[in-house]
């Protein structure tokens, strides 16, 4: 496996929290995606990362924001979380555009 | 933005026996295609992908087929075994670093 870990792997939380997950690379690529995974929706994309500091929007990225200030950890925080955040949380990364992307183990938020 | 549909939701097939996995696409300037195999409680992992400027490719027992006109590519797994078994999700992506997942396909292989 890609040497990718998230921490915490499992996190229930209460609404209205702040809750940051961690994504950690050992691998030195430059993309870091953060997905959710959810039934019937399969993945989808909420933020990436192309470089330090260098982060652009996803498909569903209202509620969340994200940061990278060292190449080998990429952020993601829900400022205040809702029920409807409660979801698999998987990291991602690639070395290019359109590579490989390589995925982190999961985070299971649950949001009562 | 694009939108993947995949059939079926879930497939059991007999141990031995071929599977097909269909994903269509709207948007025809998508030209990046992969395909992940998730295993119970871990991320997905790339089995194949595809490009537009190549219309099959081949690894072993899995293969993919693209057809541009059509806005369709399918995974074809052969001979397939036990551990075959998994949810499969394929992708799109038209540019850059944005990807568009199916809803997956969980398939049981029946020994």
């Known amino acids: 496996d890609a040497g990718i870990t998230q921490s915490p792997r499992h996190k229930v939380t209460e609404t209205g929290t702040p809750v940051t997950l961690r994504c950690h690379q050992t691998e030195n690529h430059r993309y870091m995606y953060w997905y959710r995974q959810d039934p019937g929706h399969g993945l989808r994309l909420i933020h990436y990362s192309y470089g330090v500091k260098d982060t652009d929007k996803g498909e569903v990225s209202d509620g969340y924001s994200v940061s990278r200030s060292k190449t080998e950890d990429f952020l993601l925080t829900l400022e205040s979380a809702t029920s409807s955040q409660t979801s698999v949380y998987f990291c991602?990364?690639?070395?290019?555009?359109?590579?490989?992307?390589?995925f982190g183990p999961g985070t299971r938020l649950l949001v009562l | 933005g694009e939108n993947v549909e995949q059939h079926p939701s879930t497939l059991s097939v007999q141990e031995g026996d071929s599977a097909v996995i269909k994903c269509t696409y709207s948007d025809s300037a998508s030209n990046y295609f992969p395909w992940y195999k998730q295993e119970l409680g871990k991320g997905p992992q790339l089995i194949i992908d595809i490009r537009s400027n190549v219309g099959e490719k081949k690894d072993q027992r899995i293969a993919v087929t693209l057809n541009k006109t059509a806005k369709h590519f399918s995974l074809h797994i052969t001979e397939t075994q036990p551990e075959d078994s998994a949810v499969y999700f394929c992708?799109?992506?038209?540019?850059?670093?944005?990807?568009?997942f199916g809803t997956g396909t969980s398939l049981t292989v029946i020994p």
């Open positions: 991602a990364i690639s070395e290019g555009v359109q590579e490989t992307q390589y």
């Open positions: 992708a799109a992506s038209i540019t850059g670093n944005q990807f568009y």
